[in-house]
């Protein structure tokens, strides 16, 4: 039996890694530096309320009682409060060190925008690696799809790395069409950012 519930923070430990795998450079662009990489900062964000990052943002997959993919869709309303939270989760767990997270993060949000208007994000989706080529990530993308708060006029909107070839192919057979490509000139010590691809599926 397959089923899709929202997450909770007592799924940290299978969760980070699942949404980390989403996109692992990207991530570690914006959130590694000496002293920490990528996952410790998200799974700090998971477990508090609030935010792009956290559980609440965050729908997970059961498979026969088995927790094997994690996903997220939101709207613009709902975005509309995530940079305040972010930022605020990044000073406490960054401290001093903020601000190069804050700048790196920003870049990011200048290709790989939250959505706005009538769109609906479908974001940070993760299967785990024995359960890949089952068809979960399909399922989870209808599943992900009934829990939005979709009108009429609203549609679905996703950014995929062009390194992500297996995640482009699914977006591709699930009918979503490229409206553009972002070139990326965006590189750090610590890791990089791909060129994306924003897509979008109108469905009706």
């Known amino acids: 039996m397959i089923e899709l519930k929202p997450s909770k923070k007592e799924e940290v430990e299978v969760a980070v890694p699942l949404i980390y795998s989403s996109g692992p450079p990207t991530f570690e662009y914006v959130f590694k530096n000496k002293q920490v990489v990528a996952p410790d900062f998200l799974k700090y964000a998971f477990v ?11 729908y997970s997959l059961y498979q026969d009682g088995q927790m094997v993919g994690i996903g997220s869709v939101f709207n613009a ?12 989760n990044i000073f406490r767990f960054y401290g001093l060190k903020s601000f190069p997270t804050i700048k790196f993060g920003l870049k990011v949000e200048k290709m790989i925008k939250l959505p706005k208007g009538n769109e609906i994000a479908i974001a940070h989706l ?6 890949r080529g089952q068809g979960l990530g399909t399922k989870m993308m209808d599943l992900l799809k009934e829990r939005a708060n979709k009108t009429a ?8 790395s062009e390194e992500n070839l297996k995640a482009k192919a699914l977006y591709d057979r ?5 409206t553009q490509k972002h070139i990326s000139r965006l590189k750090n010590q610590f890791s990089y950012v791909a060129n994306h691809f924003r897509m979008e599926l109108r469905e009706g």
């Not at 309303?77 to 605020?88: G, M, N, P, Q």
């Not at 993760?126 to 359960?131: D, H, P, Q, V, W």
């Open 77 to 88: 309303k709902e975005a509309s409060a995530f940079t305040i939270v972010d930022a605020l």
């Open 174 to 178: 699930l009918g979503f069409k490229t």
């Open 153 to 160: 006029d609203s549609y679905w909107v996703l950014d995929v």
């Open 48 to 58: 508090r309320e609030g935010g792009e990052f956290s559980y609440q943002n965050h």
């Open 126 to 131: 993760g299967i785990a690696r024995e359960f």
